[in-house]
Structures are given as C-alpha cells and as structure tokens.
T-cell receptor
C-alpha cells in the first residue's frame, strides 16, 4: 500500500507569489490534514478535510487555503507569500475512526 | 496554544541507556500518540494509547498515560544511535473532525 505522497518536495518562491502543494493520501483514507512546521513554531495545524469538506481549521490567515477532491487528493494554496511562510509543509491522512495519522515526507518551501 | 508540551526539549544520552520523555496536555483527550521525526522528514507514528489505557508497550517503547495529571511519558529502552530524532506527542481534539495537535517535541541525541 503506497504511503502519503506529497509534491513537490522542494520549491523556492519569491515574496508575493503564490504556491500550490499537492497531497495524495493513503488509498482508502478520506481524511487529510495539513501542518506547517518551522523551527520557531513547531508543528502547527492548518486544516483538515474529509469528503471534500473542511472540518477543522487552525489559526492561519486567509492566505492559506485548501481543498480536497472526490478522490481524496488534497491541495493547499498559499497566496501572497511572505518570508515567514518558509517552512516544511506536511500532509497527513487518516482512516476515519482511528486516531493514527500517517504523514508524507513533506514539501520544503523557501520564500526569498 | 499547543495542546501537548514535551519535556525535556533536548536530551543527550549514551547508546544503551534509557531515554524518557514527558508530555503534558491541557484538555480531555480521546487518545494520545507519540511520533518520531528524523531531521527534515515526515513524522512516523510510534504508538497510540487510548484515554482508558494506562500503559502500552511496543518493542523497546513503553508509554504511560495519567489522565488525572494530564500527562504521558515515553520510555525508549536500550537506546541506539538510530533512535536519534525528534519525538512528539499528539492529542486529538474531537471537534467534529480530527484535529491532532502536536507539542514542540523533544530532540533526542544518542551517542554511539
């Protein structure tokens, strides 16, 4: 069974640009969560999607958005990038009903 | 604010020694989980303990949960250099969906 797949793994963007990150969950998993990890703030919850609906949202500005498709694949978008958005963005999937979440390898975003 | 807080922030031990990490949380939980993260990679699930359990074992890992004190500990016995990583506790906030909240992590360094 393939794990959680995130693309791209590394990317560099310029301030003011926007970025879209993609996540394919484990087959059969309908819940997808996104996290931002930075050295100073640790792992911060961004949002969680289930069956194309956002169920939970963390404390991030509206520049951070996401969506989930009918095949459970998810994307997150960050608009008007700021230097502070440089981070490792982690996607995780969950087979609803079990608390265990499974992480992808993450997407390293550097904003210059 | 983070639900889980790990202690200590960093721990350095010799190979063969035991490593103990603690986690405290603030609100009622359904379960508590521990994850490991090697530098710059995704998180790997180690063990899940439910709120009605007090202790759980998995190989060289032993997790305890004290819901009255809202705390958990992770013990790694006979540590190896390969155990060098960051360890996170995570708790579930069941708000109509999964919102797993992570602490800041304990950075473990095992010297060969």
């Amino acid at each position: 069974k393939a794990g959680v797949t995130q693309t791209p793994r590394y990317l560099i963007k310029t301030r003011g640009q926007q970025v879209t990150l993609s996540c394919s969950p484990i087959s059969g998993h309908r819940s997808v969560s996104w996290y931002q990890q930075t050295p100073g703030q640790g792992l911060q919850f961004l949002f969680e999607y289930f069956s194309e609906t956002q169920r939970n949202k963390g404390n991030f500005p509206g520049r951070f958005s996401g969506r989930q498709f009918s095949n459970s694949r998810s994307e997150m978008n960050v608009s008007t990038l700021e230097l502070g958005d440089s981070a490792l963005y982690l996607c995780a999937s969950n087979a609803a009903g079990d608390g265990t979440i499974y992480f992808g390898e993450g997407s390293w975003l550097t904003v210059v | 604010s983070q639900q889980g807080e790990e202690d200590p922030q960093a721990l350095s031990i010799q190979e063969g020694e035991n490593a103990t990490m603690n986690c405290s949380y603030k609100t009622s939980i359904n379960n508590l989980q521990w994850y490991r993260q090697n530098s710059g990679r995704g998180l790997v699930h180690l063990i899940l303990i439910r709120s009605n359990e007090r202790e759980k074992h998995s190989g060289r890992l032993r997790v305890t949960l004290d819901t009255s004190k809202k705390s958990s500990s992770l013990l790694i016995t006979a540590s190896r250099a390969a155990d060098t990583a960051s360890y996170f506790c995570a708790t579930d906030s069941n708000t109509g969906g999964f919102k797993t909240i992570f602490g800041a992590g304990t950075r473990l360094f095992v010297k060969a």
